[in-house]
């Protein structure tokens, strides 16, 4: 939880300074879900 709460404040300032948000979005929920996936698959 600690790396997503610190990575996803980043992720939202990216899309909001991109024209296109949407992509940007859809980047973040996979990353936040990869990131998850990744941390259950570890423990």
Known sequence: HAMVAYFHPQLIAQAQ???????SIDQMIDFVLAGL??????S
């Not at 300074?17 to 992509?23: D, R």
């Open 17 to 23: 300074s991109k024209p296109k948000p949407g992509p």
């Open 37 to 42: 996936g990744a941390n259950k698959s570890a």
